[in-house]
């Protein structure tokens, strides 16, 4: 009963440095996402793909590649770190990409930039 | 600034006491949802209501939504410690995206 995976769940990188979120969920959903979380912010998206094979921006795309490997999985990347995306960030899924769909969300990566 | 703001942005009450949580919102929806958030933890849906929905209720969970006054308000009836956490509202103001507030910290003492 995993719902949906996030690894890791805690990083620290230095500046220009690169990694990859992963994110992973066993619900057969369609959809899926991928937020920044900042205090006072709230939830803000990066990236989503609404099915296997294709990926669109949010509202915060700068400095981050997705790739949706296939239905289950979707992968965030940093290629060049910076001390502004240290952020908790969270992945979610939902079976379709109607925005009445429920959100699945994963319980976070935690990441800092030095 | 946020679509959904909610307000207050942080309560605390006593085990027993009922909780309100408002959301307000600045373009017209066809349905907004709450979520709550526990510590180091990610969001868990609660419930949807729709636009053409005045209230809805889901066990100790009563949401009202008032379309001309671009608000929605959460309540939890006799809270639990274990309702301590954080509370969001996410609308559809954009159309096809969710759009969540900053949220409402509450914290229930036993």
């Known amino acids: 009963n995993a719902g949906v995976t996030q690894t890791p769940k805690f990083q620290v990188l230095k500046t220009g440095q690169s990694m990859t979120l992963q994110c992973a969920q066993d619900m057969n959903h369609n959809s899926m996402y991928w937020y920044r979380q900042d205090p006072g912010m709230g939830l803000r998206l990066i990236y989503y793909s609404a099915s296997e094979g294709t990926t669109d921006k949010g509202e915060v795309p700068n400095g981050y590649n997705v790739s949706r490997l296939n239905k289950r999985e979707f992968s965030l990347r940093l290629e060049s770190a910076a001390p502004s995306q240290t952020s908790v960030y969270f992945c979610?899924?939902?079976?379709?990409?109607?925005?009445?769909?429920?959100?699945?969300f994963g319980d976070g990566t935690r990441l800092s930039i030095l | 600034s946020q679509q959904g703001e909610e307000d207050p942005q942080a309560l605390s009450i006593q085990e027993g006491e009922n909780a309100t949580m408002n959301c307000s919102y600045k373009?017209?929806?066809?349905?907004l949802q709450w979520y709550r958030q526990n510590s180091g933890r990610g969001l868990v849906h609660l419930i949807l209501i729709r636009s053409n929905e005045r209230e809805k209720h889901s066990g100790r969970l009563r949401v009202t939504l008032d379309t001309s006054k671009k608000s929605s308000s959460l309540l939890i009836t006799a809270s639990r410690a274990a309702d301590t956490a954080s509370y969001f509202c996410a609308t559809d103001a954009r159309g096809d995206k969710l759009i969540f507030g900053t949220g409402t910290r509450l914290q229930v003492f036993p």
């Open positions: 373009t017209s929806i066809n349905n």
């Open positions: 979610a899924s939902s079976k379709g990409d109607r925005v009445i769909q429920p959100q699945h």
